[in-house]
Structures are given as C-alpha cells and as structure tokens.
C-alpha cells in the first residue's frame, strides 16, 4: 500500500518526465536532449545555473558558519541567540522571492541604496550580483541551521586537549574545530547548491535578459510555450546535478555522524567561548546581516501599507483589502489544501519513518530512499513531472486540490519521515517489545507505545508541511487550477505584474501565519518536553 | 497496518474532496488574460447583473493559450477572456474554440469579430512607448518618436519588455516591428537584434516593466497604453510616445471554448462583454481600453493621448498562423542576444 503510493506520486511521475524527454516516435533516443543542448540560450542557462548555485553554495555557507559561530561561540545572551534565531528563521518562511521586491527598489539607477544613498549611477537592479543576493539571504539560514548543531555538537574536551598542550586559539580553531566542521561545510554547501537550483522565481525577477539560468527557462517553455518535451528535458538537465548532489550529501551526511557520537561529554559542557578580536568581527558581520534582512522585511511591509511605492506614499490599507477580498480565494484555497495535507503529510512522516527504523521487511532502504527522493530533487522537476503524469489518462488528477496535496504530503513529510528516524533511533525498541510480549498487538504497541514517543517528531512533520504549503512554489505553480489556486502563486503573479502592494500584503500575511501556526507547535513540544523546534527548523530545505 | 488503513481513508477522502458537487447556482469559469485588476470589476458586474457565479484565474496570453490547447480533451472553461487577438487567431487555428455570434456582432467593423464567429472583440488596446521622464531628462533626450530612437546608446541596458513566450504584449510588440517593416522577416529580425542590447529584462507579463520604468530602474519600454496610463495614474513620472513609423493596437476578444462545460452561461459572458453594458464601464473603473463596440464613445482623456499617434491593427489573418512560428523563432534568434 505504501509502496502503491510512494510508486504512484514519486517514481511514476519521474518516469513519465524522463520518458516525455527521451522518447521520440517511439523510440528511445537522445535526440531531443543535444537538440536542446544545441541551443546556446540552453548551454548558457545551464552554465549560469552552475555557477549561480556554487556561489550561493560557498557564500551561504560561509554567512551561516558565522551566524552559527556567534550562536555557539561568543556568549551571547539567551534574548540575543533567540533574536539571532528568529532573523534566521524569517527568509526561511517567507515565499521565496520576498527579498527580491525589496531588492528591485534598493539597487539599480534609481534604487533607494546604489542611488539615494550611494550616488552611484550606471548600476543595474537585474543580473548575477542581485540574483545571488537574494538567494544567499534567503538560503542561508538552512547553512546556519545545519552548522549550529555541528559546532555545539564538537566535543569540548577534544578543545580543552589541544589548549592544554598549549596550542594558541587561532590554532585550535584552524586545527580541530575546522576540521570536525567539513562534513558540516559539504552538508551546508549541498544543501544550498540544491536549493539554488531549484529556484526559479528570484531569477525569474532578477535575473535579468543577460543571466538566464536553467529552472526559469524551463518554468518559462511549460507554461508559456506548453512545450511539455522542452520543459522535460531541460528538467532532466537540471536532474542530473541535483542527484549527484543528493547522491554526495547521504554519503557525506553518513559520514558527518562521528563529529557528534564521541560518548557523553562530561558535566562541564560548555564550549570554548572565542576570543574577544575574533568576536567583534563575527558580530560585526551577523549585526550588518541581521540590519540588511530587517530592512527588507521593512521594506516589504512599507510597501504594504503605502499607495504606490516610488510614486504615492500616502498611508493605505487599501492593498490589505484586496488581500482580504479578491485574494480571499487563494487564501481559503491554501488554508484548506494545507489543512488536509498537514494530517497526511505527519502521519505519512511517522508511518514511514517507524516502519523504517522498526521493521524488517524486504525493500525497507530502497524505500527510504524513494521516499526521499521528491524532496531532494529540485521542485520544477517534481511539478513538471505531476503535470505530464496526471494530465492524461489512466489518472487524471490535474485541475484537482487532490494533486496539490499529494505533491505536498510526498515532497515535504519526508523532513518528518527523518525527523521520526532520529526520534526512534533515541529510543531503546525493549520498550515496544515489552508491549509485544505482553500480548498487544503490532498496531496496538505502535498506538499506544511508539506513537507517543514520536509525537515530537509528527509536530514537527506538521509544521514542515504547513509552512511549506504556504511558502513553496516551484512544484506547485505547475498544479494550480481554475479550482485551487495558492497564494505563493498569487504573489509571483502579482510581483510579475508588479502590483506590488497587494504582492508585499501577501508576503506579510503569509509571514505573520507562519509565525503563529509554527509558535503554538513550538509551545506544543515545550510542553510534550521536547527539543523539536531544532528538528522542525533543520528540514525545511527546499 | 495502520499505514494501509490511513492510506485508504485519505484517498478516499481526497477523491471526495476532488468530486464535490457542482453548486446550484449557475456557473461559469473562465481564464483571463486581463490583469485581475481589469478583468474582477467586469465579472463582478457581470455576476451582479446575471446571477452567473464567474470563476477565473489570471494568466498571461501564452500560457493560458497554452493551458487551454493541453486540455482540449477535457476542457476546464468556458470562455477566455480578454487578451490580444494574435492569442485568439492562434486559438482558432488549434481549433480550441466554437463559434458564438453574439447580438453586437453585426455591429462592429471587421477587425473586432472573426468571420465564423470564432472570437469577438471587447476592446482596443494599442501598444506605446512608455518612457521615465527623469531618465530622458539626465539623458537629455525626447520621448521616443521612431523606433530607431529605441537603438540610441542611452538605451544600452535600460529597457523592459515582456517575452514573446509568455505575453500578447511582446506577440504582438513582434507584429507590430514586422509591420513598420512590410512583413520583411529577415529586416525586422534584424532590427530587434539591434535593439537587443537596450534589454534589461524579458517579462513574463505585458505590464511587468512598468514599475521598474516608473521607478526609474528602467528608461523605458514598449506597453499596452491600458498598462502605461495606469502607471502614470498611480503618480508615476512617465512619458508615452508612438512611434512615426507607427504601432500595432490589438483587438482584445473573447471566445467560448470548444466543448465548454456551461455554454449556455458562457454565451451570456460574450453577449454582454461586447455589448455596451460591459464598454461602458471602462471609463468608470478609469480602466485605458478602446471600446470596440460603436456606440460607446472612447473616454475623453484617452482620445486626446490617442489623437496623433499612427496606429495600425494587427491583423489576424497573417498574425495567427504565423504565431508559433515567430515566437519560436525569437526565442531562437534574440533570447540569447549577441
């Protein structure tokens, strides 16, 4: 049954994409994937794409590395990390093109930064520069999340060693703390890599004419040109490095395991505290960061509330009205679709994951790993590949909320099917066999045994599920229908028709719920006594 | 086990979910190309006066064009709405709508109606120049008064436009450079490959550029005048030109789908969108387009912006089955520049 739908809404729609783009009159062939290559507009996308997500890679990584050293390593106050956390955890959750409004009315000829306040003439708001901008401030919370745990995880005393044997702070950092850290880089750095090349809507806006990138070209040949073959090879492009990235992190992340397991550390587990001249830069730094982020997220709400940014500035609610009427559609629409997908998508996270860790049963690995696969792969593909599979018979699911919440429930429970598998591998199986060999059954153990101990980790599959089904877009936009449509949707296209007041309304809303639907989960696992935020807050990669 | 059961229990809950039963409220779904801004206040008078419930999603001219063709099999709507006529011309030639001769047809002149009552006309909506007044003035330059103004270095880099896979805007912007050409391919061609450098950004919707030029991060570009005067309207410093050569203007048309589920309701949409009750209205929501229906006068302001300008309509008859074949190759030809 598993099986069924895992084959049914993640490998059935890969095969129909790879398929669509390899099969011509019949036959298999690679005609279609140098036709396409031929094109130079496709080689240049291609390379761009490249080079784009390698950028933000080494730069998102290296930001997150420092907000994560001034977390763990400069004795900051609790208010202080909870403001650090909080400025982290705001790109994450706001749709993914929200910097780039902010970033058209800061740069350029006429920008509120190059030209108000620099003087600079000759700039340009569109290109690789703001592109990349946009994408490091939105993807490197995801590095400074996978690298916090890393840093508070290196065992203290392998430090307090190396300072006993009199080697000097600079030395210790470079020499131990470092290198326990690599496996941490790569994660970070794939991470990052991935998540560039699967966003099509900050290039979309920014990139301009000179700087065609891969995801947007193919968004661009779907859904203007219907050109399902073209969309399907230039997403197998895509493809091929984003396995070799997710094929590279499993291994990387399965080797990344020994930084944490060195024993319990002793009572006194506090980490070496760095000196003072590396912490005024390093906060430096954070605080420049942390300024740049507030006065986006200013920005947008400004332009929220005036008339006509640029031109009126007049205070309205006027863009919030339209929100709340026309826009109260695809308000309901996505409040509904992630209402039904936040149940399914947490029990198919548990399921899984339980299965996973407490069975043995044959396939249980290639199963993981299928599973895993819609959320590794970059959302265009998994989008394009719902399209082509369920347009037609034998199972027409296109024009349905159905498609929507499938692709959500297989492209995101996967955080909670992981989160679930580090839950379950915390805890001893004795407890369940005791229930077994006392006579309960196997359903009864995991309801009244197992589903308690993995509450924490269905939490935060929820909250997974229900921010992503309110800030994703690349899979999506391909499903939306004269049924169901989204709000993420509804802010791109507003963005595209720069009505951007009611796009910079949206944005807000969509923030402000967040906030609040992901804080009652928070206080729910303060009180089940759990450290699940991290889990929750780890995983929304993507 | 568990997992068998709530599987189950979901799908079935999902295909209930996906089934629910067509309200008893007569309905009707259509895909606009017009903006949301333009096309709700229309429907919402068209729903107040009718009784029909109109559902509608937005999309730009190429993709709802092309939504419409994937689902010929099974056709999702009942009437597209608004959008150039180079869309509707390519839609008959996919054979994607039915013919509807509604009450106004005999009324308007030729270009505003297909023949076989495939589409009729609602609007006019000509192309302009649309340009930001503080770049001219730092540049020391005119609006634009000829297409060949648009190479001037100035230019380099500094103009937006939509793109020609997405937008009627850019369709028929490509139309209107073959026409001041005399239908010479390989001239026109030439010359968007030397306006080439001048572009900032392709947009994936006709009006996408107008902030950026309103806020001066763009110099300038080439819009529908419903999108230019709004800009100017929300207090914008810009400046709209026609070219001497002159410009295309496109018949904006309506259409009912070929198999649509509530034809009946669709009709109605078509009868009153091109009759004066909906032309009317432009004016009083300050909404740029012509009316294409005779009886209802062009709103003053507009008629004077319009009064000089050469304006030539783009015709359907060449436009349509040219269409695909001009998008594609622009796409080859000047997407990737020089």
């Known amino acids: ?69 001034a977390a763990t390593r400069c004795e900051l106050s609790a208010p202080a990390r909870g403001a650090l956390d909080a400025l982290a955890f705001l790109p994450l959750i706001s749709p993914p093109f929200t910097t780039s409004i902010a970033i058209i009315f800061s740069f350029g000829p006429r920008g509120l930064i190059t030209h108000d306040l620099l003087g600079l003439t000759g700039t340009s708001a569109y290109g690789l520069p703001t592109t990349l901008l946009s994408e490091v401030l939105t993807y490197f919370p995801l590095a400074y999340l996978t690298l916090k745990p890393v840093l508070a995880g290196i065992d203290p005393n392998l430090e307090d060693m190396a300072a006993s044997l009199r080697a000097g702070g600079w030395r210790i950092f470079r020499t131990v703390t470092l290198p326990l850290c690599i496996p941490g880089f790569a994660n970070a750095f794939l991470l990052l890599f991935a998540a560039s090349l699967a966003d099509f809507a900050t290039p ?17 040949q779907i859904t203007g040109l219907f050109d399902f073959k073209g969309g399907a090879v230039l997403s197998f492009v895509l493809l091929v490095p984003a396995m070799v990235v997710y094929l590279l992190q499993r291994w990387w992340v399965a ?67 339209v929100i709340f009427t026309e826009g ?42 299928t599973v895993m696969l819609n959320y590794a792969l970059p959302g265009t593909i998994v989008g394009i590949g719902y399209l082509i599979a ?6 027409v699911l296109t024009g349905t909320a159905a498609i929507i919440v499938a692709c959500y429930v297989f492209r995101y429970a996967p955080t909670g099917v992981r989160a679930t598998i580090a839950q379950l591998q915390q805890i001893d199986p004795s407890l369940e066999e005791a229930s077994t060999g006392m006579g309960a059954g196997s359903f009864e153990t995991f309801r009244r045994v197992t589903l308690p101990l993995v509450l924490p980790a269905f939490f935060a599959g929820l909250g997974v599920m229900f921010v992503r089904s309110l800030t994703a877009i690349s899979a999506t936009i391909f499903l939306i229908s004269i049924g169901w449509t989204l709000i993420t949707v509804r802010i791109l296209e507003n963005m595209t028709e720069l009505a951007l007041g009611p796009a910079a309304a949206f944005s807000v809303l969509v923030v402000a719920m967040v906030f609040a639907v992901t804080g009652l989960i928070a206080l729910l696992l303060r009180r089940l006594r759990a450290p699940g935020t991290m889990a929750l807050a780890g995983s929304m990669g993507g | 086990m568990l997992a068998r059961r709530t599987l189950i229990g979901a799908g079935l809950g999902l295909a209930a979910f996906a089934a629910l039963p067509a309200q008893a409220q007569q309905t009707l779904n259509a895909y606009s190309i017009w903006p949301e801004n333009w096309a709700r206040p229309m429907l919402e008078a068209f729903e107040k006066q009718s009784g029909i419930k109109v559902n509608f999603l937005r999309f730009s001219s190429g993709e709802a064009l092309a939504r419409v063709i994937a689902e010929k099999g099974n056709p999702r709507i009942d009437v597209l709405f608004g959008g150039p006529v180079e869309t509707f011309a390519a839609g008959v030639k996919e054979d994607v709508f039915q013919p ?78 073959l026409e001041v050409n005399g239908r010479d391919e390989a001239k026109a061609f030439d010359f968007m490959k030397r306006m080439r450098p001048s572009i900032q950004l392709y947009t994936k919707s ?22 230019a005067l709004d800009t100017k309207a929300k207090g914008y410093d810009v400046q709209i030109s026609f070219p001497k050569e002159g ?63 050469k304006i030539f309509p783009i015709d359907d008859a060449y436009a349509g089955p040219n269409r695909k074949r001009v998008v594609e190759r622009w796409v080859n030809e000047i997407l990737p520049g020089g």
Not at chain 1, 354 to 360: F, H
Not at chain 2, 163 to 171: F, I, L, N, P, W
Request: glycine share 10%; proline share 6%.
């Open chain 2, 247 to 309: 410009i295309g203007t496109a018949a904006e048309g309506i259409a009912l789908i070929k198999g649509a589920k509530n034809p009946e309701a669709g009709k109605k949409l078509i009868d009153w969108a091109t009759s004066p009750a909906m032309q009317t209205l432009f004016a009083a929501h300050k909404i740029n387009f012509v009316p294409a229906h005779p009886k209802v006068a062009t709103e003053p302001s507009l008629a004077a912006v319009l009064k000089d300008a």
């Open chain 1, 1 to 69: 049954m598993l099986w069924l739908g895992v084959g049914l809404f993640v490998l059935y729609p890969l095969a129909m994409l790879l398929l669509r783009a390899f099969l011509a009159e019949g036959q298999l062939s690679q005609g279609p994937l140098f036709a396409m290559l031929g094109e130079r507009i496709h080689r240049q996308s291609l390379l761009n794409s490249l080079i784009l997500a390698t950028l933000v890679g080494g730069i998102g990584t290296a930001l997150g590395f420092v907000f994560a050293l």
């Open chain 1, 390 to 395: 369920f347009n037609d018979p034998p199972i």
């Open chain 1, 255 to 321: 080797r990344g395991h020994y930084v944490t397991v060195t024993g319990k550390v002793g009572p006194r587990a506090l980490s070496r505290p760095l000196p003072t001249a590396a912490r005024i830069p390093l906060l430096a730094v954070c605080s420049a960061l942390a300024v740049v982020i507030a006065y986006f997220y200013a920005l947008l709400f400004y332009a929220s509330v005036v008339k006509a940014f640029g031109a009126d500035h007049s205070f309205t609610l006027a863009h919030y009205r």
């Open chain 2, 100 to 177: 509807h001769k509604p009450p106004a047809f005999g009324e308007l002149a030729a270009r505003f109606k297909d023949a076989g009552g495939m589409w009729t006309a609602i609007a006019d909506d000509p192309l302009v120049f649309m340009t930001n007044s503080k770049f001219l003035a730092d540049n020391k330059l005119q609006a634009p008064q000829s297409w060949n103004d648009l190479l001037h270095p100035a230019y380099k880099n500094m103009l937006q436009m939509a793109d020609a896979r997405t937008s009627g805007t850019a369709v028929t912007r490509i139309f209107s450079i």
């Open chain 1, 328 to 369: 109260l559609k695809a308000i309901r629409d996505t409040l509904i679709i992630a209402g039904i997908g936040m149940p399914l998508g947490g029990l198919f996270g548990v399921v899984v994951g339980y299965l996973v860790t407490r069975k043995r049963f044959p396939g249980r690995h290639a199963l993981e790993m």
């Open chain 2, 206 to 227: 006709g009006g996408g550029g107008t902030l950026p030029v309103g806020l001066g991060q763009a110099g300038g570009g080439i819009f529908f005048i419903v999108d």
């Open chain 1, 204 to 220: 979309l806006i920014l990139a301009g004419s000179n700087f065609p990138v891969l995801p947007t070209q193919a968004y661009l």
